[in-house]
């Protein structure tokens, strides 16, 4: 296989240059997003073990009373 010459070197043109960079960003958000999902899941569920505790030791509201209807 001969390498590409001239014309056909599209190596280290600007389009190039431009889809390798493109495909870097994306492959850096896909990393960057499963990244925050595993972060949120690993903190969610210890927010979500607090917000029962939460919940638990709150006592019921009282459901709200209208003066204009009562009267």
């Given at each position: 296989m001969l390498?590409?010459?001239g014309k056909h070197?599209?190596?280290n043109s600007m389009k190039m240059k431009r889809?390798?960079?493109q495909a870097k960003k994306k492959a850096r958000l896909r990393r960057r997003k499963q990244?925050?999902?595993a972060a949120a899941v690993q903190s969610g569920k210890k927010a979500s073990a607090s917000k029962k505790a939460v919940k638990q030791?709150?006592?019921p509201a009282a459901p709200p009373s209208d003066p204009v209807e009562g009267g």
């Open positions: 390498p590409p010459v070197d599209n190596r889809l390798k960079g990244e925050h999902k030791a709150a006592p």
